[in-house]
């Protein structure tokens, strides 16, 4: 089986900063990509940014020039600094790593972690 766990939540004032981390563990042969989605009270899960198993990295508008992902493909684990942060990233995010796993050939398993709350609040 396959875990992803997230790391550095927690409560910060507008305009600080935080860093997430997500590490996938398990019968791993290879990761496709990884990403961070986020999901607000009464509000759908969206996306925030992911990185693929080349570098390239995509974001959504509202946090661009502001977050940044990066990715160490030796240890499985992708981080999300966020910077600049507003009252309207208050929201649990969540991490998802696509995974071929060990002797399941190329299929690619999409799992999530159970969400780190970051609220943004002065």
């Known amino acids: 089986q396959v875990q992803v766990v997230e790391s550095g939540g927690g409560l910060v004032q507008p305009g600080g900063s935080l860093r997430l981390s997500c590490a996938a563990s398990?019968?791993?042969?290879?990761?496709?990509?990884m990403g961070w989605y986020r999901q607000a009270p009464g509000k759908q899960r969206e996306l925030v940014a992911v990185i693929i198993s080349g570098g390239s990295t995509n974001y959504a508008d509202s946090v661009k020039g502001r977050f940044t992902i990066s990715r160490d493909n030796a240890k499985n684990t992708v981080y999300l600094r966020m910077n600049s942060l507003k009252p309207e990233d208050t929201a649990v995010y969540y991490c998802?790593?696509?995974?071929?796993?060990?002797?399941?050939?190329?299929?690619?398993?999409?799992?999530w972690g159970q969400g780190t709350q970051v609220t943004v609040s002065s």
């Open positions: 398990g019968s791993i042969s290879s990761i496709n990509a």
């Open positions: 998802k790593a696509d995974v071929k796993r060990t002797g399941w050939g190329n299929s690619v398993f999409r799992y």
